[in-house]
């Protein structure tokens, strides 16, 4: 069974540019979560996609944006990147009406 | 909003002692989840609670869904080093039919040999 995969690793931006993380959820997983971890807190919930659309979402703004494929992998669009935005992305993949949320690595952003 | 307070911040221990922290919110949960994280990596599921008073165990881990919804604790027996990382309480609330996880801060764990 394959677990959640997330790329790249680690990406450096500069303030203004946009950035597209990429998820694969685990096998038999139909639900994405993305959070956003800034260093030394715990995860925030930014948003979550079930059936390529949107199902829920946290207290970050529009230009936090998203996709979800048939095959069920999922995208995080970040535009207009702020310093603040430098953060661990994580992705997590679940079943819809199972809470349990398997997480990736997450993809390391730096912002410049 | 909800939040979830996260005690102790930090503990440091000796290896063989029996650790305890706890999570506590103001709002009521109907599913806690307990989370490991390593440095650099993603965090790793180790026990989920759906039941109020569920008392779960998972090795040298017992987690409890406390009784009023709003808290829950983590023992871990007879630790050892490579339980050194963060521990991570996360709910989810009766309300949301999302899977929006709120978070606690994390309680680092150091094993001293």
């Known amino acids: 069974e394959t677990g959640v995969t997330q790329s790249p690793t680690h990406l450096i931006k500069t303030r203004g540019q946009q950035v597209t993380l990429r998820c694969s959820s685990q096998?038999?997983?139909?639900?994405v979560s993305w959070y956003q971890q800034a260093l030394g807190q715990g995860p925030q919930f930014i948003f979550q996609y079930y059936r390529e659309e949107e199902n829920g979402r946290g207290n970050f703004p529009p230009r936090f944006s998203g996709l979800q494929f048939p095959n069920y992998s999922s995208e995080l669009n970040v535009n207009a990147l702020e310093l603040d935005d430098s953060a661990l992305y994580l992705c997590a993949s679940s079943i819809t009406g199972v809470f349990e949320q398997y997480f990736g690595p997450g993809t390391r952003l730096t912002v410049t | 909003g909800q939040q979830l307070n996260q005690s102790p911040q930090s503990m440091f221990i000796q290896e063989g002692e029996d650790v305890s922290m706890n999570c506590t919110s103001s709002?009521?949960?109907?599913?806690w989840l307990w989370y490991k994280q390593d440095p650099g990596e993603g965090p790793v599921l180790l026990i989920a609670?759906?039941?109020?008073?569920e008392l779960t165990s998972n090795g040298r881990l017992t987690a409890q869904f406390g009784i009023t919804r709003k808290d829950s604790f983590l023992n871990i027996s007879a630790s050892i080093p490579s339980d050194v990382g963060i521990y991570f309480c996360a709910g989810l609330g009766g309300s949301s039919n999302t899977g929006k996880l709120i978070f606690g801060q994390g309680t680092t764990l150091q094993v001293k040999p």
């Open positions: 709002s009521i949960f109907n599913t």
């Open positions: 096998s038999g997983h139909n639900t």
């Open positions: 609670l759906y039941k109020a008073g």
